[in-house]
């Protein structure tokens, strides 16, 4: 046994050799981690940017039809078409009117789009725009619609103005939603990107 250069006896260690199951764990796992990346590559063209253009049908104050493909706007959350909110000490149906004012921006001119996510619902979640105007962030501004993901500048100009909502009191369409028991839906953040992203790789329609 030989001697340290304190003068005590080094220990010499000896791996143990690895069990038959150890080893067939290992390979499984090899496996495993080599499929998951086929099943990925294989699937990466789900996650390319879709670009549609046309004649928009608009739904809501963040959601269009565009030629067949039901399109979310990203980024912004509008009341829903039947919310009630409250200015001036009276109900006023500001579902409608966030609608309105996407009606407005669109008005019959061509709308192009552009994303690569899909929420639960299947919907694109995608950037628009009608005549060179953004309609994601012409909503918020406007107050129409609050952000969601995005927008938070546009917002809070939105709310120092009191325009649209702002000029009144409302629920946040989330919480609007949560109250009425309709379709929950995750912000559209970097934890919201992620799991559409996870969506899309290992959804098998």
Same mark, same amino acid.
């Given at each position: 046994?030989?001697?340290?250069?304190?003068?005590?006896?080094?220990?010499?260690?000896?791996?143990?050799?690895?069990?038959?199951?150890?080893?067939?764990?290992?390979?499984?796992?090899?496996?495993?981690? %080599? +499929?998951?990346?086929?099943?990925?590559? #294989?699937? &990466?063209? $789900?996650?390319?940017?879709?670009?549609?253009?046309? !004649? *928009?049908?608009?739904?809501?104050?963040?959601?269009?039809?565009?030629?067949?493909?039901?399109?979310?706007?990203?980024?912004?959350?509008?009341?829903?078409?039947?919310?009630?909110?409250?200015?001036?000490?009276?109900?006023?149906?500001?579902?409608?009117?966030?609608?309105?004012?996407?009606?407005?921006?669109?008005?019959?001119?061509?709308?192009?789009?552009?994303?690569?996510?899909?929420?639960?619902?299947?919907?694109? %979640? +995608?950037?628009?725009?009608?005549?060179? #105007?953004? &309609?994601? $962030?012409?909503?918020?501004?406007?107050?129409?619609? !609050? *952000?969601?993901?995005?927008?938070?500048?546009?917002?809070?100009?939105?709310?120092?103005?009191?325009?649209?909502?702002?000029?009144?009191?409302?629920?946040?369409?989330?919480?609007?939603?949560?109250?009425?028991?309709?379709?929950?839906?995750?912000?559209?953040?970097?934890?919201?990107?992620?799991?559409?992203?996870?969506?899309?790789?290992?959804?098998?329609?």
């Amino acid at each position: 046994m030989s001697r340290s250069w304190s003068g005590r006896p080094r220990q010499r260690y000896f791996r143990r050799p690895r069990s038959r199951w150890r080893k067939i764990l290992d390979y499984a796992l090899a496996f495993a981690v %080599l +499929g998951l990346l086929i099943l990925v590559s #294989a699937r &990466l063209d $789900r996650v390319e940017t879709r670009r549609t253009e046309g !004649v *928009a049908v608009v739904n809501d104050g963040d959601s269009i039809t565009l030629g067949g493909e039901r399109i979310r706007l990203r980024g912004i959350d509008a009341p829903e078409y039947s919310q009630i909110c409250r200015k001036d000490g009276a109900d006023y149906p500001c579902g409608r009117r966030s609608r309105e004012a996407l009606s407005k921006l669109v008005s019959g001119r061509q709308v192009r789009c552009a994303g690569w996510e899909r929420d639960r619902y299947g919907r694109l %979640l +995608g950037e628009c725009t009608a005549a060179g #105007a953004d &309609l994601n $962030r012409s909503q918020v501004e406007a107050g129409w619609a !609050v *952000a969601y993901g995005g927008y938070e500048a546009e917002e809070a100009a939105a709310r120092l103005g009191r325009k649209g909502l702002w000029a009144g009191d409302f629920d946040r369409p989330r919480d609007w939603r949560n109250m009425h028991g309709d379709m929950a839906e995750i912000e559209h953040g970097s934890y919201g990107r992620m799991l559409n992203w996870l969506r899309e790789i290992f959804r098998f329609s």
